[in-house]
């Protein structure tokens, strides 16, 4: 069974750093593209960035060089290093793993960027 977990959310300030962490397991992550996505209260969910098995990386708009997203095979690990937040950053965030068959989800984790 495929599971999917974050970690990390939390309160932070405007202008702080925060690092997601999403942990899978029961899956080849490998040779999975991981994802991380978000979605605000009365908004739909947004792609905040991927990467794929090869590395290639892809991010929204929004993100504008704040964000990095990196994975770790050997600890079946996709991270998400967030910086220069903005009180719109506020959201839930979900972690993604899509195998080319299926796509799995998480149950997110809360970020509030507030002063």
């Known amino acids: 069974q495929v599971q999917v977990v974050e970690s990390g959310g939390g309160l932070v300030q405007p202008g702080g750093s925060l690092r997601l962490s999403c942990a899978a397991s029961g899956s080849i992550f490998s040779m999975a593209t991981m994802g991380w996505y978000r979605q605000a209260p009365g908004k739909q969910r947004q792609l905040v960035a991927s990467?794929?098995?090869?590395?290639?990386?892809n991010y929204g708009d929004f993100v504008k060089g704040r964000f990095t997203i990196s994975r770790d095979n050997a600890k079946n690990t996709v991270y998400l290093q967030m910086g220069s937040l903005k009180p719109e950053d506020t959201a839930i965030y979900y972690c993604n793993e899509w195998t080319g068959t299926f796509d799995y989800w998480g149950q997110g984790t809360q970020v509030t960027v507030s002063s």
């Open positions: 990467i794929t098995s090869s590395g290639y990386t």
